[in-house]
């Protein structure tokens, strides 16, 4: 809402479906790292059910040089990384901007 947004019954719809996480995390003994990634399939609809957006979305973290201390929670840390990529990317679309905005027009 505080985009501009509309949300409610009378407003258009965002459908995800999460499509996949995939985390590594490598240790070793001289080194430990970690890589996630992961996978959205979005669509935004109007409020008749017609799609006006549809995209598979990725997003992916890779970090080396973890020190032995960090290690722990690591992978959870690079998941995380990983899915907030993923959104930054989602929203840096001006399709999917767009779609936003129109789907509550008819």
Known sequence: QDRGFK?????????VNINGLDVERRAGFLENS???AFFLQVKV????GKVIYMREAAGEWDQ???SAFDSVGAAQRIA????????????????????????DKP
């Open 64 to 66: 080396g040089d973890i």
């Open 7 to 15: 949300i409610g019954a009378n407003s258009g719809a965002v459908l």
């Open 34 to 36: 970690a890589r996630a």
């Open 80 to 103: 995380n990384l990983a899915i907030e990529n993923c959104i930054r990317r989602l929203f840096a679309d001006p399709k999917f901007i767009d779609a936003l905005l129109k789907a």
């Open 45 to 48: 609809e109007r409020k008749d």
